[in-house]
């Protein structure tokens, strides 16, 4: 019997970096448009990260899937820089992240793990999974994506 192979993600961090460039704006106008500080794109760039919940309030006004930003690792040599449309609004719910081990019959990852795994503690897995202030970045989510076999869209569904 042939096991089905692992789809690898990676973050599209070069369509981050580009992205005012595309969209016609400067860095500063990246983080006014969803209402965070004039510094915010620059803070991004230079952690190499954005938590998740801001990458959807972006994609949200400017009309972004999401999924532009988290690619198959196939496609790391040639990333694609330009965006897919989407007039559907991306729906963030973090707290989807207890669907992990919320089975406790067939769980995919029991908690205790997750935490070992990712080098969190409790408090931090807690706080990724507050529906209304997430602390979550796409490099973590994309980690537990590769990780644990998931698909990436579980935390955009209702």
């Known amino acids: 019997m042939q096991q089905k192979m692992k789809v690898r993600f990676i ?3 070069p369509l981050f970096v580009e992205l005012p460039r595309l969209l016609g704006i400067t860095n500063r106008h990246v983080g006014e448009s969803i209402g965070k ?3 915010w ?3 991004a760039l230079d952690r190499q990260d954005a938590m998740l919940k801001h990458l959807v309030a972006l994609c949200n006004v400017w009309h972004i899937d999401i999924m532009s930003f ?3 690792a196939e496609d790391y040599d040639n990333p694609d820089l330009n965006f897919r449309r989407s007039e559907t609004p991306v729906e963030y719910h973090p707290g989807n992240i207890r669907l992990l081990w919320r089975d406790r ?3 995919i ?3 205790k793990q997750l935490q070992e795994d990712g080098g969190w503690n409790k408090l931090t897995v807690r706080a990724f999974m507050n529906e209304e202030n997430s602390t979550l970045c796409i490099c973590d989510w994309i980690f537990m994506c590769n990780q644990y076999n998931l698909d990436p869209k579980l935390i955009f569904k209702p």
């Open 11 to 13: 973050y599209n961090e």
């Open 37 to 39: 500080s004039r510094m």
């Open 41 to 43: 794109y620059q803070q």
């Open 70 to 72: 988290i690619i198959p």
């Open 105 to 107: 019959f067939q769980p």
């Open 109 to 111: 990852v029991m908690r």
